[in-house]
């Protein structure tokens, strides 16, 4: 695998980088900023389990799901189902996402982010009760533009250029 | 053929018989948890874990203010103590009024041998975090079971009603906004006394619900709790009625309202502790 899976993703950085995102998401978030914030811990695990899959999986993203539902005072497993979709879906299509460039593979991600998100709502919807409109997608935005800020910024971290050259 | 991203040579369970695992642990505990409230243990202690957390977050925007503060210009400063003074004039004026009230309200309560009221503790609460939950609006305080909170008090600022007390923690509490969809407070019209229920939209509105198409309303009516719940004290501002329009279909009134609480600005709340008891009986 040429992939810069080799390259980063020691104990220390994973820990590090996911600790980071549930503290931004402590951060008292206002106005557009809240309705826009990307779900930060859920790019992370998805980010691990792209090019951690020994190490970081459906554990981790199930207990960090717990914290979000914590956090948004949801019900319990609410975050967590999703999350763990979400974990599935990127194993699923891992090895095709190893293959793009960070713009590309932030693409493929949008529709997993999508998804994890509705997963969100079809739970909260059906133990709750119906949700207030839909700017709860508005996040799936923020977490793809997320996405391929850190995937880029890994690449000219390591050298390469952002772009696939063929 | 192996599913893509199964490692070679695996060791354990792939990953659809652990996603179904963990699925089923997912709908487990989302089940005990709004079927049974089985779970407010792991809540206290995830809420034990991210309450330092959440203090120390607060703290750069806190300093950020302090700093903004700190440059405010001081002609801006003079103004606001101007209006302040002004304000505070004019609040004396109101706290004369109503303590002759309150005796003149205590002889006749005596006069007809009612219940006196309550004296109202309150609790002074900042916003800790707010929740980012679509289903409904919340805010966490950061006082909780330790400063007297329970669930079911009301939440006011300066201006009007914010909500209820949700969950409460040790040193933290939730607390479900007026206008999170659903929550529905007793209100009455306070130029003609009507009663009827404020129910939240969700998207920082009231709904009046209920209201029959010939009921006397019309925008700029204030909306004030109406104390019959025994939840809220009766008296406190709700909302201000935006929009009154007929709806085609049914019999009642479609009535908008603005809340007149800063639900989603102010930092600062107070907790009323008081049982608000009916004095009619």
Not at chain 1, 27 to 49: K, N
Not at chain 1, 64 to 75: P, S
Not at chain 2, 17 to 22: D, N, S, T
């Amino acid at each position: 695998m040429n992939t810069p899976t080799q390259l980063f993703g020691s104990w220390r950085h994973i820990l590090g980088s996911l600790t980071l995102a549930v503290l931004l998401e402590q951060l008292p978030w206002t106005g557009w900023a809240q309705a826009l914030r990307p779900d930060f811990v859920l790019v992370g695990v998805l980010f691990w389990t792209l090019h951690q899959p020994a190490r970081i999986g459906f554990a981790t993203a199930f207990f960090l799901g717990l914290l979000a539902d914590f956090q948004d005072g949801a019900v319990f497993g609410q975050h967590a189902i999703a999350y763990v979709i979400g974990v599935y879906l990127v194993l699923f299509l891992r090895l095709r996402l190893l293959q793009f460039d960070p713009f590309r593979q932030a693409a493929q991600l949008f529709p997993i982010l999508l998804a994890v998100q509705l997963v969100v709502l079809l739970v909260g919807w059906l133990a709750v009760n119906p949700p207030a409109g839909l700017a709860m997608l508005l996040p799936v935005l923020g977490s793809t533009v997320l996405w391929y800020l850190v995937a880029g910024f890994l690449r000219l971290l390591h050298g390469k250029g952002l772009q696939d050259r063929a | 053929m192996a599913t893509p991203g199964q490692l070679m040579f695996a060791r354990g369970l792939g990953p659809t018989a652990r996603l179904l695992i963990w699925l089923l642990i997912g709908l487990g505990l989302a089940v005990f948890d709004s079927r049974y409230h089985a779970l407010d243990g792991l809540r206290s202690g995830f809420s034990l874990l991210l309450q330092p957390v959440r203090e120390i977050m607060r703290a750069p925007s806190d300093v950020a203010a302090e700093l903004g503060g700190f440059f405010t210009r001081h002609r801006l400063l003079q103004k606001e103590r101007d209006t302040l003074l002004a304000e505070r004039a004019r609040l004396m004026v109101n706290v004369n009024a109503a303590r002759e009230l309150r005796r003149e309200n205590a002889e006749l309560r005596s006069l007809l041998q009612l219940q006196t009221r309550p004296g109202q503790q309150v609790v002074h609460a900042a916003q800790l975090y707010r929740g980012h939950d679509w289903f409904s609006q919340r805010i966490t305080l950061d006082q909780g079971g330790r400063a007297g909170l329970r669930s079911g008090l009301p939440v006011v600022d300066a201006v009007g009603l914010v909500g209820q007390v949700g969950r409460v923690y040790p040193a933290s509490s939730e607390v479900t906004l007026i206008s999170s969809p659903e929550q529905l407070t007793p209100v009455l019209i306070e130029r003609t006394g009507q009663r009827g229920l404020a129910a939240g939209s969700g998207q920082n509105l009231l709904e009046l619900r209920y209201m029959p198409a010939q009921t006397d309303i019309r925008p700029g009516d204030r909306l004030l709790t109406s104390g019959i719940d025994r939840v809220y004290p009766a008296g406190i501002p709700v909302a201000r009625v935006t929009r009154v329009s007929r709806s085609q279909s049914g019999p009642y009134l479609r009535v908008e309202c603005m809340p007149l609480a800063g639900l989603d600005r102010s930092r600062a709340v107070l907790v009323l502790i008081a049982e608000p008891q009916v004095t009619t009986q």
